[in-house]
């Protein structure tokens, strides 16, 4: 099963008292039966262009055939000069590659095609038990498909290499991983990188680890609602949870709801995010003054006492005129208020106290254009039967 392959190596690199050969590669294929045939290759040539000869000399198809280079399976892509190099043969000046041609059965040409074309997972998961514990189709199907590893054997879902390939395809492949890997950092990792919400998959020790939290939660915040109690408890980790997703602060603990820095920063990320502040927050002043100038429909989860705050509400209002409906009642007939929230939204007037929607006075001042006043003034008159 080994060769010698004579090319793509500089003269540096090799062994003292040898020198590199400039001529064509004489590839000899051979299968565990014996000799299949021998092709002529240059150096630049790839793994691929010795199979579609192979296939001309032999009619064996392309997909049946697997080239091995000392009991290792070479890609189709690898260039024979780094194949040469990985080999490390002795006969270097010979100039010679000796390769081994396994012929897969038509199953697994079929089931490599599907897989080709971007099915691996149908491909695996109507295959036989034999091919689905196929290390290098598996590895193939998974490489598209990380998900396809749910269909793969028990063997190959406790494989380091082909559930790595499949994490870094699609992290919720973690799923399908033995309890094992679910339990290797290197390979959780892997999977948050690609997808911070597979952290749900990880063991509880992994859902503990800081660090490893942090990673999946500055790729997906949301994925904060998986971590450990310790780690909801980090304010680091949760910073970075709500700086890539506000509402991450859904899932932080309490103390950390009520940590400005937090609180802030989730803010700024969106106004709604003062839903889930804790109550001391909702009613600090400074805090939703940040929240309703972001966005003015964040007044609904302010305090009752701040609804009624003419300054919370002006700003709210100012920003988005039919916040007006979340002020308090005597605000929403407050006139200056009112007129602010018209002048911004004139449908803002449907928010207002029954007594001002009455006041034809108010909705004809020119402030906010009388015939804006007219329009919302018939469809308030519509809804409550005004005349």
Not at 7 to 31: A, E, K, T, W, Y
Not at 135 to 164: N, P, T, Y
Not at 274 to 298: F, N, P, Q, Y
Request: contains cysteine.
């Amino acid at each position: 099963l080994s060769f010698a392959l004579q090319v793509g190596i500089l003269p540096h690199d090799l062994p003292h008292g040898q020198q590199l050969s400039m001529n064509p590669l004489r590839v000899c294929i051979s299968s565990l039966s014996g000799p299949v045939c021998e092709v002529c290759a240059d150096s630049d040539s790839v793994i691929l262009d010795v199979q579609r000869k192979i296939e001309d000399l032999t009619n064996i198809p392309l997909l049946q055939q697997l080239i091995l280079v000392r009991c290792d399976v070479v890609r189709t892509d690898m260039a024979l000069g780094e194949v040469m190099l990985a080999a490390q043969t002795p006969s270097m000046s010979d100039n010679v590659l000796e390769l081994t041609l396994i012929q897969r059965s038509p199953e697994a040409a079929q089931m490599l095609a599907c897989i080709e074309r971007g099915e691996a997972c149908k491909a695996l998961a109507t295959a036989g038990a034999e091919l689905r514990a196929d290390k290098e189709l598996v590895l193939k199907a998974v490489q598209r498909e990380g998900l396809a590893l749910a269909f793969a054997s028990a063997e190959l879902k406790g494989d380091r290499q082909v559930v790595m390939a499949a994490v870094e395809s699609e992290g919720d492949a973690l799923e399908f991983a033995s309890e094992e890997l679910q339990d290797d950092a290197s390979v959780v990792h892997a999977a948050v990188r690609q997808d911070g919400m597979s952290l749900r998959f990880a063991s509880n020790a992994l859902r503990d680890d800081i660090k490893l939290v942090r990673v999946a939660v500055t790729h997906t915040g949301y994925a904060l609602q998986f971590a450990s109690v310790q780690a909801r408890s980090d304010k680091e980790t949760v910073l970075s949870a709500v700086t890539e997703d506000y509402e991450a602060l859904r899932h932080a603990r309490e103390l950390l709801q009520s940590d400005k820095d937090v609180v802030l920063t989730a803010l700024r990320g969106h106004s709604d995010a003062l839903e889930h502040a804790s109550a001391t927050m909702r009613a600090d002043r400074k805090i939703v003054l940040e929240a309703v100038c972001r966005g003015g429909r964040a007044l609904r989860f302010a305090c009752d006492s701040l609804k009624a705050d003419p300054e919370v509400v002006s700003v709210a209002v100012c920003q988005c005129g039919l916040a007006l409906q979340y002020a308090s009642e005597s605000l929403r007939a407050d006139r200056d208020i009112v007129q602010r929230a018209v002048r911004q939204n004139a449908e803002a007037l449907t928010c207002a106290s029954d007594n001002l929607k009455r006041d034809i006075s108010f909705l004809a001042g020119a402030e906010y254009g009388l015939s804006q006043a007219e329009r919302c003034w018939r469809q308030v008159a519509k809804a409550h039967n005004f005349s």
